[in-house]
Nanobody
Framework: VQLQASGGGLVQAGGSLRLSCAAS????????MGWFRQAPGKEREFVAA????????FLSDSAKGRFTISRDNTNNMMYLEMGNLKPEDTAVYYC?????????????????WGQGTKVTVSS
């Protein structure tokens, strides 16, 4: 499966964005999918993950209370609703599928990374 993130852009602090992750193939077999981000000069970090049916969602401490992750298996899509954005949320956001071999928050446990989408939050 190939993933493509979209929906990024320039937004003022306090604003909102909705990121989308479109899969070229079926995502039904991917029990867990997740969002990561990479700010300039920094390593890629975990943002959120979601189980197949959406019953389990996991957010980083920085995302809790502001971001919501969801997925639509029928249409092979995953979303990240981001609210109350802060300048420190500025990064390129990537979506990936969990393949195991590590924690859900570990970048190394994911693959099928697609091209990311850039989010810039101005102060």
């Amino acid at each position: 499966v190939q993933l493509q993130a979209s929906g990024g852009g320039l937004v003022q602090a306090g604003g909102s964005l909705r990121l989308s992750c479109a899969a070229s193939g079926l995502i039904n077999s991917y029990v867990i999918m997740g969002w990561f981000r990479q700010a300039p000069g920094k390593e890629r970090e975990f943002v959120a993950a979601i189980t197949w049916g959406g019953e389990g969602t996991f957010l980083s401490d920085s995302a809790k209370g502001r971001f919501t992750i969801s997925r639509d298996n029928t249409n092979n899509m995953m979303y990240l609703e981001m609210g109350n954005l802060k300048p420190e949320d500025t990064a390129v956001y990537y979506c990936g599928t969990y393949r195991g071999g590590g924690r859900w928050s570990s970048e190394r446990a994911y693959d099928n990374w697609g091209q990311g989408t850039k989010v810039t939050v101005s102060s």
